[in-house]
């Protein structure tokens, strides 16, 4: 947004914030929302769209293991494992709330954009408590809509825009709240706001119900609003008459008693506590509290895990996979992220030998800038002195590819596909026949390949075949 173009009306504070202020959550979210509402994707298309963001996949790896998303405690170390253990539904919820946090949170947040954060991660825990007690179907979707409820104020006392600091002053000024003097400053309500934004992201279900139509009498919708009363609520004490309202009215829903619910309530906000710490807002946590005196333990942030640790984890999942019932979707997948992300590979692919034998056709990739999600590579068997992924078809070792040495290899189709990197390229084997291969290279960041890179992904690609095999003996 340039110095000279300030937005006014509610459509351009909208267009602001979504193309300039929050444009990752943008494109993350939308891409979730069409793999979920397309009936051909399934969990590999998920998996690819949260593995091409880096942060994103750590930050949800880590969520996924804590014992609020995770209470078996089973360890998960790859994306594709997430989605088996917790399930399309919870990871499609668990990678929007990600993302959203992705968006938002930065060293430079504000006292009060803090505290819009801490009402909505607050609001989240509450409302995802009462749908469990409620019976509902999907917590976690009750959860991501009280989450989202209050996306208008977030995004807007997240912005760091600087026609977005004059308003932040101005209202702050006004040593007031509410829609009115929110349309007074601003000439629209952040609520309106957060609905333009809500339908401009295309959410849909019940995180735009609860955005767009907080008045309606849907269970589900007021539930995310109940959650977001009690917060309201706890801001004036636990004792206060605003907390002792809030309570009438959880006895008659539920039929718990007012001290039941107090002791729930307080656990459950030591709980967002928790989780707001570990979705990285520390700042907005210390808010959570307010107006309570609770026992609150620091945590501190863990060491990133290197490059040996993650292929360490990875292959542990990779073994649990193949001890039990094995999807050979689920295991290339796991064998890809590995290559991905435990060897550090900006590109990789997994291809299959058509049955004619004369194409090579992509089955997984992630790191690809393609300009459309649905487009496959194919690389054919129709150059004259062959190529380079044929070539290597026929190396049961694998090959460590350089243009310097193997320019002959490098021709047209593959230039076009894959470009003219180093790469390495392991066939996978079937009986001592190759099916098909796994190509991967440092093509983005130019970074150089090692022994120990090449001996890693020729690790994975053990680990691929050694299931494969297993899966063939099961089969029969």
Known sequence: MTQEKQPHSLEEWAEMLRNEELPIFSNTAQKIFLA???????????????????????????????????????????????????????????????????SILSPANKERA????????????????????????SPEEVFVAALLHNVGEVAFWCCS?????????????CHLEGEAVEKSVLGFSLSDLGKKLSKSWHFGGLIEDAISRPESTDKRIQTVCTGSQICRALKQGIESDAMATCLQKLQKIYGKSPD?????????????????????????????AMGQELAVAETYEEARPDKKQIQFQILQDITAHISGVIDLNVLFEMVMEG??????????????????????NEKISLGWQKPE????????????????????????????????????????QIQMHLGRYECFV??????????????????????????????AVKHFTKQAQIGLTLYRMKSH
């Not at 989605?83 to 709330?97: D, N, S, W």
């Not at 825009?161 to 000024?173: G, Y």
């Not at 291969?437 to 120990?452: E, F, K, N, V, W």
């Open 114 to 137: 803090n505290k819009e954060i801490a009402h909505a991660i607050h609001t989240a825990v509450q409302a995802r408590e009462l749908a469990i007690l409620a019976g509902d179907p």
């Open 339 to 360: 290559v991905y992300r435990g060897v550090q590979m900006d590109r990789t692919l997994f291809m299959l030998l058509g049955p004619d034998k004369k194409a090579l």
């Open 426 to 455: 392991f066939p996978i084997l079937v009986e001592g026949k190759s099916i098909g291969l796994i190509y991967c290279d440092r093509g983005l960041s130019g970074q150089a390949l090692t022994m120990d890179d090449f001996s």
């Open 36 to 102: 979920l509402n397309d009936k051909h994707k399934g969990a590999m298309e998920l998996a690819s769209i949260i593995l091409q963001d880096p942060n994103l996949t750590a930050k949800l790896l880590k969520m996924g293991n804590t014992p609020y998303y995770n209470p078996s405690r089973q360890k998960i170390s790859t994306v594709s494992r997430a989605i088996v253990i917790l399930g399309v539904q919870m990871i499609r919820e668990l990678t929007l709330a990600c993302s959203f946090f992705e």
């Open 260 to 288: 039941e619910f107090k002791s729930k309530i307080t656990a459950n906000t030591l709980t967002a506590i928790e989780i707001a710490r570990e979705f990285g807002a520390h700042d907005a946590s210390r808010f959570i």
């Open 373 to 412: 999600a649905s487009e496959k590579i194919h690389i054919f068997n129709n150059d004259a002195n062959g190529n380079l992924m044929f070539h290597a078809l026929a190396d049961h070792e694998g090959e460590w590819m350089k243009p310097g040495q193997h320019d002959a290899l490098y021709t047209a």
């Open 161 to 173: 825009n600087p026609h977005a600091d004059e308003m932040h002053a101005k209202l702050a000024k």
